[in-house]
Nanobody, 125 residues
């Protein structure tokens, strides 16, 4: 099993920045894709940013491209999400996810086996 623990959520005004962290432990060899999904009330969980930990290749949803950056520290088994120029529509619960060999479906939540408990991000206008 793989355990994921997120941190770094909070409240910020529009235009501000936040940095999320996700620390993985356990059988981390079971995963090679890690990243972030988000879910707002009444909406489906959507992929935000994913990193292939083998090479560092990254994938982003169109709505966050250019504003968010996903990165990984493999030595620490930790993935980060730097969020800049935040907008009220970025308000959601953010979940860390990990999976293996999800190429072609990297932003599809159902392809990921491991999930964190979530951290709330609230952006006020």
């Amino acid at each position: 099993q793989v355990q994921l623990v997120e941190s770094g959520g909070g409240s910020v005004q529009a235009g501000g920045s936040l940095r999320l962290s996700c620390a993985a432990s356990g059988d981390t060899y079971r995963t090679n894709y890690m990243g972030w999904f988000r879910q707002a009330p009444g909406r489906e969980r959507e992929g935000v940013a994913i990193i292939y930990t083998g090479t560092g290749v990254t994938y982003y949803a169109g709505s966050v491209k250019g504003r968010f950056t996903v990165s990984a520290d493999n030595a620490k088994n930790t993935v980060y999400l730097q969020m800049n120029s935040l907008k009220p529509e970025d308000t959601a619960m953010y979940y860390c996810a990990a999976g293996r060999d999800v190429v072609g479906y990297v932003l599809v939540a159902s392809k990921y086996n491991y999930w964190g408990q979530g951290t709330q991000v609230t952006v006020s206008s």
